[in-house]
């Protein structure tokens, strides 16, 4: 009934869909997924074939000391895939959230092993006020209604308010967020002997996924796991 009067549009360019929170073929194809062999620690496309049961690494995670066990992303932040993010993150764009659902379950799969508990990095509670949602929290709902798996979306909080990464080195990334990020006093518990993924719209440098996953190592959380939207490349 709701689509005789609304039907579903692709989420990037309007075009006509079959169903709701999709992107139409031609959208799709320009969207810079990661669906070959990636980086097991960022996520990152890698070239060439994975072998069985080997495990990828690429060179900036072999730089850059990786405080989590394993990583994933849906695309590169790029094209369409740069657009359907800011989309999200900054235009009122929920319903990107919910399309992104299957492909968290989808990219993610290898990292759901031993039940983990879903973790969306914090806002701060300013930065919520003036946005009104923490796209890291749409995000992790999608991918549990998805995928079944448990969610915490206040298991971690924003300590501190951290002044904007844009435009900061890699260095001063990592110093920006250290200690900024800490389990919620009542409901971190719930990461105390468990596995965790934790969920971002986007991965850049990586240092705010090392700041919660101290936050999580902290809580007494047994392996901790990452996976973003969109990962940033060295050259973007
Ligand atoms: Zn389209
Ligand atoms: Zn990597």
């Keep these: ?8 549009e692709c989420l990037n360019c309007g075009a006509h869909v079959d169903s709701d929170f999709a992107i139409c073929g031609s959208c799709w194809a320009e969207t810079p997924f990661i669906l070959g062999a990636a980086c097991d620690l960022c996520g990152t496309g890698l070239p060439g074939q994975s072998a ?6 690429c060179d900036e995670c072999h730089r850059i000391a990786r405080p989590w066990a394993a990583g994933r992303a849906v695309m590169a932040y790029d094209g369409v895939g740069r657009k359907l993010v800011l989309g999200l993150k ?4 929920a319903e990107v959230a919910r399309a992104a659902g299957p492909w968290l379950a989808r990219a993610g799969a290898d990292l759901l092993a031993g039940a983990p508990v879903l973790v969306p990095i914090p806002l701060h509670w300013r930065r919520l006020a003036q946005r009104r949602f923490n796209q890291s ?6 991918m549990g209604r998805v995928t079944g798996a448990e969610v915490a979306p206040q298991a971690l909080v924003r300590a501190r308010a951290t002044p ?5 080195d890699r260095d001063a990334r990592f110093r ?4 900024a990020i800490r389990p919620h006093p009542k409901y971190g518990a719930i ?3 468990r596995p965790v993924v934790l969920v971002d719209d986007v991965m850049t ?3 705010t996924f090392a700041a919660a996953t101290e936050a999580c190592r902290g809580a007494g959380a047994t392996e901790i796991r990452v996976i973003a939207l969109a990962r940033v490349g060295m050259d973007t």
Excluded: I
């Design 1 to 8: 009934m709701l689509h005789a009067v609304f039907p579903p």
């Design 52 to 57: 069985e049961g080997e495990r990828l690494v």
């Design 90 to 93: 900054h235009g009122d764009r």
């Design 137 to 142: 929290a749409l995000l992790v709902q999608a």
């Design 164 to 168: 904007s990464q844009d435009g900061r």
């Design 176 to 179: 920006n967020l250290s200690d």
């Design 191 to 193: 990461l105390a002997g």
């Design 205 to 207: 440098s990586g240092a």
